[in-house]
């Protein structure tokens, strides 16, 4: 799906949790690479600032990409859940969602 669609059906669905009265949350995924670490896709950003969700930067993109936390190309192993679980984890309480 094109970058612009994916951007703009996020912008749709956190405005329908708005209306639901609820937080929306956006965590960023990576830009797809085929070489080097990988880093948030902008659209995201864009989308948290455009809406007002918060965002939750760079915690996939840390993992995917460190070898030693991938289970194959695309998908973490054990060690890279666990990264990944306590990097949403920290942010979430930084960002006040957690206690």
Do not use: C, W
Not at 24 to 42: K, Y
Not at 56 to 79: I, M
Request: charged share 20%.
């Amino acid at each position: 799906m094109a970058p612009a669609r994916v951007e703009e059906n996020l912008k749709s669905i956190v405005h329908l949790v708005q209306q639901a009265d609820a937080a929306a949350i956006l965590i960023a995924m990576p830009e797809v690479s085929l070489a080097g670490p990988l880093s948030d896709h902008p659209l995201y950003a864009r989308a948290a600032e455009a809406t007002g969700a918060l965002l939750v930067p760079h915690a996939v993109s840390a993992v995917l990409s460190d070898g030693r936390l991938l289970a194959d190309q695309v998908h973490p192993n054990a060690e890279g859940y666990r990264e990944l679980a306590d990097a949403l984890t920290k942010q979430l309480h930084d960002l006040g969602v957690l206690r």
